[in-house]
Structures are given as structure tokens and as C-alpha cells.
């Protein structure tokens, strides 16, 4: 695949707890080169790096992450934050306690709440696959298709598994038209980052993409 159409499928991600300014100004400064779909960054770099790189970069953050178990007012106000900041993508990670109860309404009402909070911005809904089983991920398709969110994403990158080429298979196959698939977690080759595209993902959360195409 050209270079200039993998990038623009590539959310260039740092999340580390350690992660500095000076290594965030990094990632930056390469996704304006490389002309990534977003830079994904703590919350907390947020506002520093939409002063500093305006409309050069989109910027994406993360709520409720990495263990989505803070309640929806959290999340809520989390991302109210960032779109105050300046990010314009959101990537939010479920509450996987109320999954495992069963509880997909409460759920699906969360996804929804944080949509309306992010209207035209984007907002993706990351499901950390490793912890669920087939009928979970198929009934989070379904909650994240029903409450209007754009992506629905793999994994953290923080979780004990990330991304499979067999997940993304399946989400394609149980979300609505309208939602868009996100890759994320243990993607660092080129032939990894090909084949997630070429299985229908739209998006590939990485650190080191940029890395293994200069």
C-alpha cells in the first residue's frame, strides 16, 4: 500500500502513564509530516498541543480509559474537557463490568450520553475485545450501532490482548453501516497495519506506524 493512504488511516498514539511533553511534541510534530488521520494523546496534553499545532493536527483523546469503570457523569464531564480543549475525536472505553452483568442498556445509554455530548465530532467506543466473549462483542455491536457513535474500537493497548484481524472480521459483519471500525493494540508491523486495513478497519491506533514507513 503508498505510504500517504496508510497514514491517513492512522491514529499516531502515545497513552503512556510516563509519556512526557517533550515525546507528545514529538508524535506531533511527525504527524504533520506524515499526515496521520489524528495524533491519540492523554487528556491532560490536550489543550498544550491545540494551542501549539492548531488546525495542522486532528487531535484524539481518551475517557474513562484505561478500565472504563468511571461512572457516566465522569465520562461525561471528561469529555466536555477535552472538546473544550480542542480535541475533536473521542475514543471512549465501555464499562466492562455492566458488560459482564449483562447490563447492555445501561451501556448503550453511556455511548449515547457522550455522543450527545460530542455531536459532530467524532466519537469511538473502544470495547477491549481480550475480555469478552463472541456473544458480547456481537451485543456491543449492536449498542454501539443503536447509540449513534462512529467507531466501534478493539482494544486499549493496556488490556491482556489487543487487536485481531478475527474481531475486526466480526465487527464488520454485526455493526451498522454507519460505524466505522477502529484496530488498536499490538499492531506494529507493516504487514500487520495492510492486513487490518484490508479486513475493513478504518483506523489503526499505533505508536510505531510512522516508525516502520520512513
Known amino acids: 500500500m503508498d505510504r500517504d493512504f496508510v497514514m491517513k488511516h492512522v ?12 515525546q507528545i511534541e514529538k508524535l506531533c510534530d511527525e504527524a504533520v509530516e506524515y499526515k496521520t488521520a489524528s495524533v491519540c494523546i492523554p487528556p491532560s496534553y490536550v489543550k498544550r498541543v491545540a ?94 450501532t443503536s447509540a449513534g457513535a462512529d467507531f466501534i474500537k478493539t482494544s486499549t493497548g493496556f488490556g491482556t490482548g489487543g487487536a485481531t484481524l478475527e474481531d475486526v472480521e466480526l465487527f464488520k459483519e454485526h455493526v451498522g453501516e454507519n460505524v466505522r471500525i477502529k484496530a488498536s493494540g499490538g499492531i506494529r508491523t507493516k504487514e500487520d497495519i495492510e492486513n487490518y486495513i484490508n479486513a475493513g478497519a478504518d483506523r489503526i491506533g499505533a505508536s510505531g506506524a510512522v516508525k516502520v514507513y520512513q
Open 51 to 144: 494551542d501549539k499545532y492548531g488546525d495542522r493536527l486532528t487531535i484524539c483523546t481518551v475517557i474513562g480509559f484505561p478500565l472504563g469503570y468511571s461512572t457516566t457523569v465522569v465520562k461525561k464531564a471528561e469529555t466536555i474537557d477535552a472538546i473544550n480543549n480542542g480535541a475533536t475525536e473521542i475514543d471512549m472505553v465501555v464499562n466492562l463490568g455492566w458488560v459482564k452483568d449483562g447490563l447492555f442498556d445501561k451501556v448503550e445509554e453511556e455511548i449515547r450520553t457522550l455522543k450527545q455530548v460530542t455531536g459532530d465530532k467524532i466519537l469511538k467506543v473502544i470495547v477491549e475485545t481480550c475480555y469478552l466473549t463472541e456473544e458480547e462483542k456481537v451485543k456491543l455491536c449492536k449498542a454501539v
Open 11 to 22: 491514529d499516531h498514539t502515545l497513552l503512556k502513564a510516563t509519556s512526557t511533553y517533550e
